[in-house]
């Protein structure tokens, strides 16, 4: 008995000895904070925000605890690692669980140095709420350093009335209003809800631009020239929008041949949203035709970003986004046929396919993990009640067949028709069309079939840059068919020339560039280093094409003098010398 007594007093301790443990571990994170607290001066106080006293404007968010601010916090991240190593999974090893690792590389790349000493605790996520991009040292950025090249400061005329896309005392006061009928809308009560919000958040004639949220200052800085400046104070604050408003209603985009969505911010703003359909490893299979290959969010965020490099600022603004798919998706949607194909996958993921022509089905569905998926969301261009687009066919559109060939594939001297046909014969549209096949190649799209204009400013314009997810599919194989255009017709600015020829310099190279932009997205690494390194070897492929039509042709025949600053000095014919 005397032993039984002792064994039950043995175990008794050990029980109590292990509560103790576990009540020390709970509070060791807290002592530290606490602990913490009091070294830097706060006293480790965990007082409540109150917003009360701050100014809670219609187009501004409540402020956000800290840790809800930027990204997820370390156990929120933490969860989200568990899966993402899953080869299946939505959330690859180039996403979340690197962003710690992109965002620091981000700013030591984008931020000067903190002296020595003086090491900075609070460094904020990249992105993060309230975050205010520093100006780097001299040399410490080579992004930096070619905006600040004179080829990237070439002035623009002066802007008239019918130079820019909306006049500010007439057209942005109704805005709102004939913003209100979309044509995607397809649930009844919409239009209402618009209609009654509408006189209380449209913009007045009065108020100034500032006051303005920043889909609408990018709608309004739009001119004939450019879709955004290059020094565009706008630009940062949109990208943000589009990464971090609330989703206040969601619907299907209808035409296309896969699935888009329409996300609907608390400011008013609409983003266009394409779901990750494949990791960033993966290539387009070889057995597939260029018209059956997924769109990539990547690739319209990529898209983006090296429109930029190029100096042709001709792409909507597009940023990366975590969205969860439950709250920010299926909750929100007013559309049934889009929230009728929600289920839960055997994994017990939140999956939904909507409806589409290609890959909208059961078998292609999109899954989160367990209901978090990335996509890239593309800011919206203003509505065609206020900003008609004239949609034109691409003279080197491919057949989309998987037996006929276009007519530019089989006669080398298609471009001599070209530069007889209107718009082509006079103006810079031939010659946008070569900054076009460019841009295509470097990413590897084969996919376009049309392009955009606005129609206010008639032919004499810039072509719009829309739909770039079919880029960046394979880093292994170079499409030459895609130079095609510039090969039959040995046309280009010489501004374009330059600026291809400063990106191939060790100095800038464009792959670095890239990567250096790049990391300024929320999902960053968007791209892996094999397509980095592509756009380095498909941007010399490019200039000996060039190379080989200026000795054939000459050098005053082959590049179209525009680096004077006035665009409209190659209203000349550019295929008549």
């Not at 299907?252 to 359909?277: A, E, R």
């Not at 969010?297 to 792409?315: K, P, Q, T, Y």
């Not at 549209?429 to 460019?438: A, E, F, N, P, W």
Request: proline share 5%; net charge negative; hydrophobic share 35%.
């Amino acid at each position: 008995m005397i032993f039984f007594r002792k064994f039950r007093v043995l175990i008794l301790m050990v029980f109590l000895l292990a509560c103790t443990m576990h009540i020390m571990i709970d509070l060791l994170p807290k002592l530290e904070k606490e602990a913490a607290g009091a070294e830097s001066g706060d006293g480790g106080c965990q007082c409540a925000h109150h917003p009360a006293g701050e100014s809670q404007g219609w187009a501004k968010q409540p402020a956000m605890p800290a840790a809800e601010a930027g990204w997820p916090n370390k156990h929120t991240l933490r969860i989200l690692q568990d899966f993402s190593n899953e080869p299946s999974s939505n959330l690859t090893s180039h996403s979340l669980e690197k962003i710690t690792a992109a965002a620091e590389r981000a700013q030591s790349l984008g931020q000067t140095k903190a002296p020595a000493g003086k090491a900075d605790d609070h460094k904020p996520l990249m992105g993060a709420a309230g975050a205010v991009r520093a100006v780097p040292a001299p040399g410490a950025s080579r992004l930096l350093a070619l905006f600040e090249h004179p080829l990237y400061n070439v002035e623009l005329p002066s802007l008239t009335n019918d130079d820019t896309l909306f006049n500010v005392n007439t057209d942005i006061r109704f805005y709102n209003k004939a913003n209100g009928n979309q044509g995607w809308q397809n649930e009844e009560g919409n239009e209402e809800e618009e209609e009654e919000e509408e006189d209380e958040f449209s913009p007045k004639e009065e108020a100034t631009a500032e006051s303005y949220p920043n889909w609408l200052r990018f709608h309004m800085g739009i001119n004939r020239y450019e879709m955004y400046s290059r020094h565009s104070l706008v630009l940062d604050a949109l990208l943000k929008d589009l990464a971090t408003q609330e989703v206040t209603s969601v619907a299907m985009k209808s035409g296309g041949t896969q699935l888009k969505l329409i996300m609907t911010f608390q400011n008013y703003g609409q983003g266009l949203f394409k779901p990750m359909k494949q990791t960033r490893e993966q290539e387009t299979p070889p057995d597939f035709f260029y018209f059956s290959d997924f769109e990539r969010h990547n690739s319209e965020i990529a898209a983006f970003h090296l429109d930029r490099i190029l100096n042709f600022r001709r792409v909507p603004p597009v940023a990366g986004r975590l969205v969860n798919m439950t709250r920010e998706i299926r909750d929100v949607t007013r559309d049934k046929n889009l929230f009728k194909t929600f289920f839960i996958s055997p994994a017990n993921n939140l999956c939904f396919y909507g409806e589409c022509s290609y890959y909208c089905s059961t078998e292609h569905a999109l899954c989160g993990k367990p209901d978090q998926i990335e996509g890239s969301l593309a800011a919206f261009l203003p509505d065609q009640n206020l900003a008609k687009r004239k949609s034109w066919k691409n003279p080197w559109r491919r057949s989309y067949s998987k037996r006929k060939k276009a007519e530019w594939e089989v006669d080398q001297d298609y471009c001599d028709e070209v530069k007889k046909t209107p718009p082509y014969d006079r103006g810079t549209r031939l010659l946008d069309v070569m900054d076009m096949t460019i841009f295509d190649f470097l990413m590897g799209n084969m996919d376009r079939h049309h392009y955009e204009t606005f129609e206010k400013f008639g032919n004499d314009t810039f072509i719009i840059h829309l739909d770039n997810g079919r880029g960046f599919g394979k880093h292994s194989h170079d499409e030459l068919s895609i130079l095609v255009p510039l090969i039959q017709c040995c046309r280009l600015k010489k501004s374009t020339y330059l600026r291809l020829q400063l990106l191939a310099q060790d100095e800038y190279q464009l792959s670095s560039l890239m990567e250096e932009s790049l990391l300024q997205d929320r999902l960053s690494p968007i791209l892996i280093q094999p397509h980095l390194q592509a756009l380095d070897r498909r941007l010399r492929l490019v200039l000996q094409v060039l190379a080989g039509c200026i000795e054939k042709e000459g050098y005053g025949n082959v590049l179209e003098e525009d680096v004077g600053g006035d665009p409209k000095a190659t209203q000349r014919t550019p295929g008549h010398r």
